[in-house]
């Protein structure tokens, strides 16, 4: 047991390169109430209409976890969405994933009987606990333009994983190219969502979890 302890101290002291240094943490606390924006119709050539548009297929919402010897990382191929915008304005963005849709995402070294032994274990209890809880969501508060470095926007919002719904700022970068177009990676305690779970003594899992997620509306 000692020597456990003592091989899982130098390697967190050695400090393993992740995907997650140096990322954003989001600020979380209580959900909050969403507040339903009307859909406007434009009247004429100075309003601005309000228009919802569905996410499209190749969007990608991803998480990568880390251990002590380094990074797995996930995605969820099952999902739908909605953006509302006016203008070259983003209102709204909410986003529904069917969690037992979690595939890992390919990785040097990791074979296929390791990955689906991986993907099973996230779906299990210890993790996102599929059973139990077949749908995460994520449903915007707030958006707000704010441009700091590569980020054009600040979004709040609240983030349901397990049951349980926390309110979640992070910045992100959202462009209109043909379409709304956004981007964010920004870590969570995954703690603060009931996933709790350790690992082994020797290759204890970090608490933060990076979330990813890129999108953009159908055409």
Do not use: W
């Not at 390919?106 to 274990?121: D, V, W």
């Not at 910045?171 to 964010?184: E, K, S, Y």
């Amino acid at each position: 047991m000692k020597t456990i302890m003592i091989i899982t101290l130098v390697a967190f002291s050695m400090g393993c390169k992740s995907e997650l240094d140096g990322k954003v943490k989001a600020k979380v606390s209580e959900a909050k109430e969403v507040v339903k924006k009307v859909e406007e119709k434009a009247k004429s050539a100075d309003i601005v209409a309000t228009k919802t548009m569905q996410l499209a297929k190749d969007s990608s919402f991803g998480f990568v976890g880390a251990k002590v010897v380094g990074d797995h990382a996930g995605t969820f191929t099952d999902f739908n969405g909605n953006i509302t915008v006016k203008g070259n304005s983003v209102e709204a963005l909410k986003i529904d994933i069917k969690t037992a849709s979690l595939a890992i995402v390919k990785e040097e070294g990791l074979n296929p009987e390791a990955e689906g032994k991986l993907a099973g274990h996230l779906k299990s209890p210890d993790f996102f606990d599929v059973k139990k809880f077949p749908r995460a969501s994520f449903e915007s508060t707030s958006i707000k333009e704010e441009k700091k470095g590569d980020h054009t926007h600040t979004v709040t919002g609240n983030l349901e994983i397990r049951g349980i719904k926390k309110s979640v700022t992070f910045p992100a970068t959202i462009g209109f190219d043909g379409g709304v177009t956004a981007a964010a990676d920004f870590k969570v305690n995954r703690g603060d969502f009931g996933i709790v779970y350790k690992g082994k003594a020797d290759n204890l899992i970090k608490e933060e979890v990076l979330l990813k997620i890129k999108f953009k509306s159908k055409a």
